[in-house]
């Protein structure tokens, strides 16, 4: 080949340096099995030539984009507000992904599709996915399940050989212990606010919240359990707040299944009259990063939305590498500040 010939492929570099291209693909991938010098001899040639490496073909060749799609789902109206414990565990989940070489696809579904698990990946645009629990459908896991498709999931431990990853927080620790802190702190008529009620979190924390109060001698008062959107905490709270003064004015605190769920609920108590935490306590959940900062500050139940974001991740690699599947949990920790 001419000296003066431009070079655009691996074929090209390996007639100027008399090797395969597979010596040249291993060299340019700092392989172990191409001797040193060979390697730097062949790296001197792409450098001399200005050559890359075709990273889209080389990953097709390979069946791997090493990009993971995280899916979100659309909802029908533009009120909703993002969750500030998912967006601290997108930078989790970001970082861990960075740091192994990964891209990060944002995948938005409607909550009855399933076209876009082989859209996505039977086109070879992503290894894998990452899902969040609280808004993923029956029908998401069984096609994706059916479809051997590599992901893992926050917020829903599988079923023994379900065939998928999960991360998770400890909601039934996280719903016991503050529960039980209204109750050592002499609350006795303590209000669920909870999320979504089919949630699979929701429905721990609420088990939690019920365990104290049994092992208190209290039953659960059903005027004191309510459910409320997580897209639309303002609102949520406020009407929450609405009904509890309705059906049970006598309550002394909350317990909400999100800070944001929480900080509303102040802001409608103070509108009502109630002093928090003179009159009613309130306890969140998650301790995102703006619960230190409202008036009063906000007591919480701390899950590490960082460090669930990089279990994800590197759980999902991981299976997307070697096969192997991890289910994992991350503590609950009651956090207290002024408003309990």
């Given at each position: 080949?001419?000296?003066?010939?431009?070079?655009?492929?691996?074929?090209?570099?390996?007639?100027?340096?008399?090797?395969?291209?597979s010596t040249v693909s291993r060299a340019l991938n700092d392989s172990p099995l191409i001797g040193a010098e060979t390697k730097e001899h062949i790296r001197a040639l792409a450098r001399e030539h200005r050559f890359r490496m075709n990273v889209p073909?080389?990953?097709?060749?390979?069946?791997?984009?090493?990009?993971?799609?995280?899916?979100?789902?659309?909802?029908?109206?533009?009120s909703a507000v993002p969750d500030a414990f998912m967006l601290e565990m997108l930078g989790g989940i970001s970082t861990a992904l960075h740091a192994n070489d990964y891209d990060l696809l944002m995948i938005q579904v409607s909550p009855s599709d399933t076209d876009w698990v082989p859209r996505y990946l039977e086109s070879g645009r992503v290894d894998g996915f990452?899902?969040?629990g609280a808004m993923c459908t029956r029908p998401h896991l069984d096609t994706l399940v059916a479809a051997k498709a590599p992901f893992v999931i926050w917020g829903i431990p599988p079923g023994g050989g379900a065939g998928y990853g999960s991360v998770t927080g400890d909601s039934i620790t996280g719903g016991r212990i503050a529960t039980e802190h209204l109750l050592r702190t002499g609350r006795s008529r303590i209000a669920f606010l909870g999320g979504p009620a089919k949630a699979h979190e929701v429905q721990d924390r609420l088990?939690?919240?019920?365990?104290a109060l049994h092992a208190s001698g209290l039953d659960v008062d059903p005027s004191l359990v309510i459910h409320a959107s997580w897209q639309?905490?303002?609102?949520?709270?406020?009407?929450?707040?609405?009904?509890?003064?309705?059906?049970?004015?006598?309550?002394?605190?909350?317990?909400?299944?999100?800070?944001?769920?929480?900080i509303g609920a102040i802001d409608a108590l103070r509108v009502a009259g109630r002093r928090v935490p003179d009159d009613v306590a309130v306890i969140g959940y998650d301790d995102v990063s703006v619960a230190r900062y409202c008036d009063p500050p906000l007591t919480t139940v701390r899950q590490d939305g960082p460090l669930a974001g990089r279990l994800l991740a590197e759980n999902l690699i991981q299976h997307i590498q070697t096969g192997v599947l991890t289910n994992v949990s991350i503590p609950a920790e009651l956090v207290l500040r002024g408003s309990a």
């Open positions: 080949m001419n000296a003066n010939a431009k070079v655009h492929t691996i074929a090209d570099i390996a007639r100027l340096a008399g090797v395969s291209k073909a080389r990953r097709l060749s390979l069946k791997q984009s090493h990009a993971v799609g995280l899916v979100s789902y659309a909802y029908t109206s533009n990452i899902l969040l088990q939690g919240y019920r365990d639309h905490p303002e609102a949520s709270s406020a009407n929450a707040v609405q009904q509890l003064l309705e059906r049970a004015p006598d309550f002394d605190a909350i317990f909400a299944n999100s800070d944001l769920l929480a």
